[in-house]
């Protein structure tokens, strides 16, 4: 008989940040944007454990009314990293997590 297929997840250097869905709307979204760019995923999930507080073109800070979140009653600055086609992951960093709050498969009106 064989063995249960569960699928094996990747193990974290110890320098790394693990990455965990903050909403039930992340998740959904990061199936979505899954489903339609999983190359470009795979990219942000190889860059956001290695690096998320690093600014650069693809992944940085939010500004304005969208700069701060509040999660589970503590408050947190926001980031996002910018997929292809308007796409975004937008995310905060507690201790050694990186915490994904919304997964848009297009460009968020909100930041429009």
């Known amino acids: 008989m064989s063995p249960k ?4 997840t990747r193990p974290l250097r110890r320098s790394e940040y693990r990455i965990e869905f903050g909403t039930s709307n992340a998740q959904k979204g990061w ?12 990219v942000a999930w190889e860059r956001l454990p ?15 009314n969208l700069e701060f ?3 589970a ?6 980031r996002q990293y910018e997929l292809r086609n308007g796409a975004r992951i937008w995310f905060y960093v507690y201790d050694r997590t990186v915490v ?9 009106n909100a930041t429009k």
């Open 31 to 42: 199936t979505d944007v899954l489903a339609t760019q999983r190359n470009t995923v795979v």
């Open 69 to 71: 979140i509040t999660h």
């Open 100 to 108: 994904l709050t919304e997964v848009h498969t297009h460009h968020p």
């Open 5 to 8: 297929q569960t699928p094996v």
């Open 73 to 78: 009653g503590s408050t947190y600055r926001r």
């Open 50 to 64: 290695a690096d998320p507080l690093a600014d650069d073109t693809t992944c940085h800070g939010m500004k304005g």
